[in-house]
């Protein structure tokens, strides 16, 4: 049931005027920082810093579009168990695993050059700051780094 209400506040946020290759430029980078969690202690620390920025990300572009759906997404937050929007993130992960595989040759491409072209296309597609998004995305490649940095060692570990 939660998939439904993903998808519906995905939709809702395109719907009220986010540009659609902005919410799935969110959803590659979301798909990104999943397939590169290696779940070991490290990663546990920085995950839900990376989920609550990309999150964000999505709050603030309907704060930038529809003032009615910004109080719909934080009344949600505030009222949700977790302190989150999303509490099944599938639905997003799927979106953003469709986009990446249309967009490149996931094994032939440095991480961190998917997670720079989708910066960008955010940057060019979103309706809010534009220099505080750059800002956030910065540090949030630093984080997006350190977590491929874990899942790299955690594979070295294994073998």
């Known amino acids: 049931m939660t998939n439904f209400i993903t998808i519906s506040l995905l939709n809702r946020l395109i719907n009220s ?6 919410v799935r430029a969110v959803s ?22 990376i989920l609550g920025t990309l999150e964000n990300f999505l709050v603030e ?6 003032d009615d759906l910004f109080n719909f997404f934080t009344s949600i937050i505030k009222n ?7 509490d ?30 989708y910066a960008n296309v955010m940057l060019e597609t979103t309706k809010q700051d534009k ?5 956030i995305l ?6 997006i780094d350190e977590l491929c940095g874990l899942a790299n060692q955690a594979e070295k570990d294994l073998f």
Do not use: C
Not at 36 to 49: C, F, H, M, W
Not at 138 to 143: G, P, Q
């Open 131 to 135: 220099y505080r998004l750059l800002k």
């Open 28 to 49: 590659a980078i979301w798909y990104l920082q999943a397939s590169n969690d290696p779940n070991t202690e490290g990663s546990r620390k920085i995950v839900p810093a």
């Open 80 to 86: 949700s168990e977790y302190g989150a929007l999303f």
């Open 88 to 117: 099944e993130a599938q639905a997003i992960f799927d979106v953003g695993l469709r986009e990446i595989e249309e967009n490149f040759s996931f094994n032939q491409h440095p991480v961190m050059d998917i997670y720079a072209y």
């Open 17 to 22: 005027g986010a540009d659609r290759k902005f």
């Open 61 to 66: 572009e309907a704060k930038a579009v529809d």
């Open 138 to 143: 910065e540090l949030l490649a630093v984080k």
